[in-house]
């Protein structure tokens, strides 16, 4: 069962990796306590939401696959968009590249990117899973991935700032547009 969790980890990171790679590649500099930061949000929170759902199968369940294409569609749409006209404002200073990592811009991204981890939660509540080993490789991993898919956004949107938060904008945008077309079944 180890290498399953492992394995589910690893799937369940990879939209935490894709919109860190997008957040690398609108930031103009990518500081260290922007990696831990960035770590600790999306890893944090997809350790976080399996137990939640482990919790909530019951209960919840029917309520919350329901509806998560929705959510996911509309969080990284609007963050998406967001990002996508801060790449056409004029620049301030350098306090509104910092801002990114903050709160704000950052619990919305790790929930978008949680819900599905609350799905794996629920599943959990079926099987035979060693929980605390789960939701610990599961934030080791997302975190892990996270900070390695913002410094490669990072080193690739450097030299090209404003098309590349363009590019992180769409990208979030196609992300929850995918994750609703697959819900919808319209893509497999």
């Known amino acids: 069962m180890i290498i399953e969790i492992l394995l589910i980890s690893l799937s369940v990171s990879m939209d935490a990796f894709a919109v860190?790679?997008?957040k690398g590649l609108a930031a103009r500099r990518v500081r260290p306590i922007d990696t831990l930061k960035t770590a600790l949000w999306f890893g944090g929170l997809?350790?976080?939401f399996p137990l939640v759902g482990f919790f909530?199968?019951?209960t919840l369940t029917r309520y919350i696959t329901s509806i998560d294409h929705w959510i996911i569609l509309i969080l990284l749409s609007l963050i998406g968009g967001n990002m996508i006209r801060e790449a056409f404002k004029e620049e301030e200073n350098d306090e509104t590249i910092d801002a990114q990592f903050d709160w704000r811009h950052m619990m919305p991204l790790a929930v978008a990117c949680s819900i599905d981890a609350?799905?794996?939660g629920?599943?959990?509540a079926f099987m035979d899973v060693n929980i605390p080993f789960a939701i610990t490789a599961i934030g080791i991993v997302t975190g892990a991935a996270s900070a390695i898919g913002l410094h490669a956004g990072h080193v690739f949107g450097s030299r090209w700032q404003k098309p590349a938060q363009i590019a992180g904008g769409l990208i979030l945008i196609l992300i929850g547009l995918k994750v609703f077309l697959e819900h919808m079944g319209f893509i497999g």
């Open 118 to 120: 609350f799905a794996v």
């Open 56 to 58: 909530a199968a019951a």
């Open 20 to 22: 860190s790679i997008g």
């Open 122 to 124: 629920v599943s959990f």
């Open 46 to 48: 997809q350790a976080l």
